[in-house]
């Protein structure tokens, strides 16, 4: 590539910004035009400045980077976000894919890692942290095979299972839905196959984390 790639670093500790403004820069190929500590400047930057990628921490004041992201897509941004941060948790992984980003990157990577990953989303390709793609993968099974279990419940088994899972016994349920007692105990038994589960509790911890209840 001839033209130098513009970056822009969005991160609250000044001494990581200069430490990749220095380390990027070396080489010739990039170029930082502008950087942000905090949510709020990162998104008046990028108004004005329109950088080729933009390096997004997650954890920053005012406006963290999730949220940072989600406005730049509100916006239809045409920015790369690559996200360079130090959660190696699936869950903020798949919270940053869900909204849209291009590229997920740890900040303990090797720089050559972190050029290759801003060399790829400027080809119009996304980059995953290698180390995360096997948890994501198994993740994104799990999410299936449960999507697969709940489209296999009816409705009235779906209404017996959020009762279920907020501790109501099958008498209190039956009362509720204005069914017989012996027809909420065939009900519950017919949840336990269909989601693969072997007691109340799994089946409550299954309803709660697909949503199905609020927990506070």
Do not use: W
């Amino acid at each position: 590539m001839s033209e130098k790639v513009k970056l822009m670093i969005a991160d609250d500790h000044s001494m990581i910004r200069e430490g990749l403004k220095q380390l990027l820069e070396l080489g010739g190929e990039f170029e930082v035009i502008a950087e942000a500590n905090d949510g709020e400047e990162c998104l008046q930057i990028t108004d004005n400045l329109k950088p080729d990628v933009l390096l997004l921490d997650i954890n920053m004041p005012k406006k963290n980077g999730l949220e940072v992201l989600q406005e730049l897509k509100n916006r239809n941004s045409k920015i790369k976000v690559l996200v360079l941060t130090v959660h190696n948790e699936v869950e903020y992984l798949m919270k940053a894919m869900e909204i849209g980003i291009n590229g997920y990157l740890l900040k303990d990577s090797e720089s050559s890692k972190l050029k290759k990953a801003i060399m790829t989303v400027i080809r119009g390709e996304t980059y995953i942290q290698p180390s995360m793609i096997p948890i994501l993968n198994s993740k994104m099974l799990n999410m299936k095979n449960d999507h697969d279990k709940l489209e296999s419940l009816t409705k009235r088994e779906l209404d017996v299972l959020k009762n279920l899972a907020v501790g109501m016994y099958n008498k209190e349920i039956a009362t509720k839905l204005n069914i017989s007692e012996r027809t909420v105990k065939n009900h519950v038994s017919n949840i336990f196959k269909k989601i693969g589960v072997a007691d109340r509790t799994q089946a409550a911890v299954f309803a709660i984390r697909n949503n199905l209840v609020d927990i506070n």
